[in-house]
Nanobody, 128 residues
Framework: VQLQACGGGLVQPDGSLILSCTAS????????MAWFRQYPGKEREFVAG????????????SVKGRFTISRYNDDNNANSTVYLRMNNLKPEDTAIYYC??????????????????WGQGTQVTVSS
């Protein structure tokens, strides 16, 4: 079971980045997927999530209109890739970003304990 995240880096304010996370080892196409972020000394917080079946999405208020989450399931549902497109980045978006997967799929949950599978984290730094 593996969630492999990548795409972080240094970007100037108002710039853009795309994070991606490939999940393998389980039928993650049937799992809800999400992105969380963590500031130094703070708890991990929900950023965006996407439903496994109908493509519903959810966002924390501070990123609405700037971030877009999407997902791709390969043809045999063996692997899933979730993306987070981040536009108009602000210094307060600087954090470590984690992808996560949850088998509880009724709604898009926003709490950390619901998500049983996590990627390794990728650093996003927004600075001039």
């Amino acid at each position: 079971v593996q969630l492999q995240a990548c795409g972080g880096g240094l970007v100037q304010p108002d710039g853009s980045l795309i994070l991606s996370c490939t999940a393998s080892g389980r039928p993650f196409s049937f799992y809800n997927m999400a992105w969380f972020r963590q500031y130094p000394g703070k708890e991990r917080e929900f950023v965006a999530g996407v439903h496994w079946n109908d493509g519903r999405t959810a966002y924390t208020d501070s990123v609405k209109g700037r971030f877009t989450i999407s997902r791709y399931n390969d043809d045999n549902n063996a692997n899933s890739t979730v993306y987070l497109r981040m536009n108009n980045l602000k210094p307060e978006d600087t954090a470590i970003y984690y992808c996560a997967a949850a088998v509880q799929v009724g709604i898009i949950y926003r709490d950390v304990p619901t998500y049983g599978y996590w990627g390794q984290g990728t650093q996003v730094t927004v600075s001039s």
